[in-house]
């Protein structure tokens, strides 16, 4: 028999308690479950079964909820016939099973951070809970004190949210062109968003010039417009929804449509007026010496290179960016700090549409007319093509009666 981890050892500093795990889609520790400790990490066993490990360390926290067989709480089983069995570690654990199953993080302010960070994730379905308010953490306690905080602002939302992220099957969602979503905006408001297309979809449809740089983005990016409003109803019709402003256009990866994580809650008929794009500057290794500027489907080379050297292109593809909503219900511009049209950058702007000759265009639209680029009617002909008319049915014609038959005659 193998030498068994030694489980006589002093309670970690820190530790969640059952309510804190609950709050944050963790599992509870019930009595029975046997404590074993990996040099710094807390694993837990259900007989042979281990259930949950954890890690207390001065740079954060780390518990994740699994389901591994293991051999006498030493070895972990394989998975298929053709594996091994792997002696448990420490390093087993946080740096290979940590993404078996469901697991929260607590980084904090340190010597790495400027910022501290708190997620919950959920990699059996890919289902995430946000957090709000997470970035001045510098230690366990500070963390216990959020955590409590947060616990009695948590509505029956966010609680059904919760309970989705630990138990909901794995998805594969559909998404279109004008399907409006929902996510986050904090512990009590929604947000909403609309989708005008997927860059997938419009390099395949062939609709970007040779040098564009949207040739060269990775993942499945998808072009979304944020409604200015938040609520605490989570199903608003979309008529409603209609009616509020939207903000400037941005991209976004497709994981949280893809996976579930931001619900489609109905779908719009495009208009033009709904179609924007982003713009920026930037540089591209096929431009050496030479800074570009594009504005949804429009490019233009630019002479100066460095032009571009405080904005960002726009094409680290990431997470939705709430920022412009968050901006636009402090009462401040809805823009993105690093997008070219942000007031930050107006002289930047105003420069570049000089050099290219478009000076003083104040929208998409006109923009696309001057560049004689994809116009928003064409990309909504594109993206959102209108379903063809049912034919109707010609009346049939009523069937003739059949003719009576006649009785044969009898033989005399």
């Known amino acids: 028999m ?9 309670q970690p500093f820190f530790e969640l308690d059952n309510a804190e795990r609950d709050s944050v889609g963790l599992d509870p520790v019930p009595p029975h479950w046997a404590r074993v400790m990996f040099k710094d990490t807390v694993a837990f066993f259900d007989g042979d079964t281990l259930r949950k490990f954890l890690r207390a360390g001065a740079d954060g926290y780390l518990e994740v909820d699994t389901l591994l067989e293991t051999r006498e709480r030493a070895f972990l089983l394989p998975k298929t016939s053709r ?27 340190g010597e790495r951070l400027k910022e501290s960070d708190v997620s919950a994730l959920n990699t059996r379905n890919m289902r995430a809970i946000d957090f709000w308010q997470d970035g001045s953490l510098h230690n366990h306690a500070e ?10 602002r948590i509505s029956d939302g966010l609680h059904q949210e919760i309970a989705e992220m630990k138990s909901a099957p794995r998805q594969q969602l559909k998404y279109r062109p004008g399907d409006v979503f929902r996510f986050r905006i904090d512990d009590t408001r929604y947000g909403f968003g609309l989708l005008l ?15 564009h740089p949207w040739h060269y983005v990775m993942s499945v990016p ?70 570009f500027f594009y504005w949804g489907f429009g490019w233009h080379r630019l002479a100066d290179a460095a032009i571009g050297d405080e904005t960002d292109s726009g094409m680290g593809i990431g997470m939705l ?7 636009a219900l402090a009462g401040r511009v809805p823009g993105r700090p690093w997008e070219l049209r942000h007031p930050e ?68």
């Open 2 to 10: 193998p030498k068994q981890p030694s489980s006589d050892f002093s």
């Open 83 to 109: 594996g091994k069995e792997r002696k448990i570690s420490a390093a087993v654990l946080l740096m290979t099973e940590r993404a078996n199953g469901r697991w929260f993080q607590a980084s904090f302010i």
């Open 143 to 152: 963390l216990r004190v959020y955590l409590r905080a947060r616990m009695q």
């Open 197 to 211: 297309g997927s860059l997938k979809e419009i390099r395949t449809a062939g609709l970007l010039p040779q040098d």
């Open 222 to 291: 998808l072009i979304v417009r944020l409604f200015d409003g938040a609520s605490a109803d989570p199903h608003p019709s979309v008529e409603a929804l209609s009616a509020w402003p939207l903000l400037p256009a941005q991209t976004m990866m497709d994981n949280q449509l893809f996976w579930g994580g931001f619900p489609v809650i109905g779908r719009k008929a495009l208009v033009p007026g709904d179609i924007d794009f982003p713009c920026g500057v930037g540089t591209a290794p096929t431009q050496e010496g030479h800074a």
């Open 321 to 327: 960016d709430r920022t412009p909503l968050q901006e």
């Open 345 to 412: 950058h107006a002289a930047t702007f105003k420069r570049v549409l000089a050099e290219i000759g478009c000076d003083g265009v104040a929208d998409y639209a006109a923009y696309a007319q001057w560049a004689g680029s994809l116009s928003p009617e064409a990309f909504i002909a594109q993206m959102q093509p209108a379903e063809p008319t049912p034919k109707s049915k010609p009346k049939s014609k009523p069937k003739a009666k059949p003719k009576a038959k006649r009785a044969p005659k009898a033989n005399t």
